[in-house]
């Protein structure tokens, strides 16, 4: 009979890293562990774990980004590669940003000719002031432009969403669709100026490339609570964009 697989378990410790995906410089890392196996004569590889602890000040290139780089302190993998289907299975990525905290899972297609990246990820814990540094450019222009030209203060407690990124045939990646939910916390929200600011904003935002809405829980505009509230802004790609605003306010009339 012939090898039906190979199991592998490695541990390395300071040096630097060069993450498989191109475009990315490598990284220098503390320590970093690989342990798997390889089965049916390379016909599918298993990572049963992967871990690497970055060196201070370390950096990654986001991919689909224009060279947007992430702190990264740590990183965690799982997932396997089927030669046949030339697929990249996530069953998840675990990234450490430095307190922010992302969860990935989905797959790569199409890993040795031109590859297609599909799947969700989760946000975790990020103050609205870092958006610009946690938000890569590439990946949602339009509302990310929004996002850190009108609100600051409070945090993005939880953000999803769902991508579909595709190789561009240069090595680098292009955005092809977006689509995500944001649970924000005691924000401020310059929805249209010069009227007032909402404050102390909490609730549920939605966005794709074009859109971005604002769900209100809860907030204050000029002193006056809101308890519920909705703002649409679409058009985001266009030069005129379009604001609607239905805001529930609660106090006297005068």
Same mark, same amino acid.
Do not use: C
């Given at each position: ?42 016909? $599918?590889?298993? @990572?049963?774990? %992967?871990? &690497?602890?970055? +060196?201070? =000040? #370390? ?9 947007? $780089?992430?702190? @990264?302190?740590? %990183?965690? &993998?799982?997932? +396997?590669? =089927? #030669? ?137 505009v000029e002193g006056l ?14 030069k005129d964009q379009h ?12």
């Amino acid at each position: 009979g012939g090898l039906e697989g190979i199991g592998f378990d490695l541990a390395g410790g300071a040096g630097r890293l060069t993450p498989p995906l191109a475009g990315q410089p490598p990284i220098p890392v503390n320590a970093a562990i690989l342990r798997g196996r390889v089965e049916g004569g390379f016909e $599918r590889i298993v @990572i049963d774990a %992967a871990s &690497v602890d970055f +060196s201070d =000040g #370390a950096e990654i290139i986001a991919p689909g980004s224009r060279e947007h $780089r992430l702190p @990264i302190r740590s %990183a965690a &993998v799982q997932g +396997s590669y =089927g #030669a046949v289907q030339d697929r990249l299975a996530v069953d998840f990525i675990k990234l450490d940003l430095g307190g922010p905290k992302i969860d990935v899972t989905g797959q790569v297609d199409g890993v040795r000719a031109t590859p297609r990246i599909t799947g969700s990820g989760v946000l975790a814990d990020v103050p609205i002031s870092g958006a610009p540094r946690y938000w890569p450019t590439g990946w949602g222009d339009n509302p990310r432009s929004w996002v850190t030209a009108h609100m600051a203060d409070g945090m993005f407690r939880r953000a999803e969403a769902t991508f579909d990124l595709a190789g561009n045939g240069a090595g680098g990646f292009v955005l092809n669709k977006i689509d995500g939910t944001m649970v924000i916390e005691n924000t401020t929200v310059d929805y249209l100026a010069p009227m007032p600011k909402a404050r102390k904003v909490s609730g549920t935002a939605r966005f794709d490339k074009f859109h971005f809405d604002i769900d209100i829980a809860e907030g204050e505009v000029e002193g006056l609570k809101t308890s519920q509230g909705k703002i649409i802004f679409t058009d985001l790609d266009k030069k005129d964009q379009h604001t609607t605003i239905d805001l529930l306010i609660d106090g006297p009339f005068s």
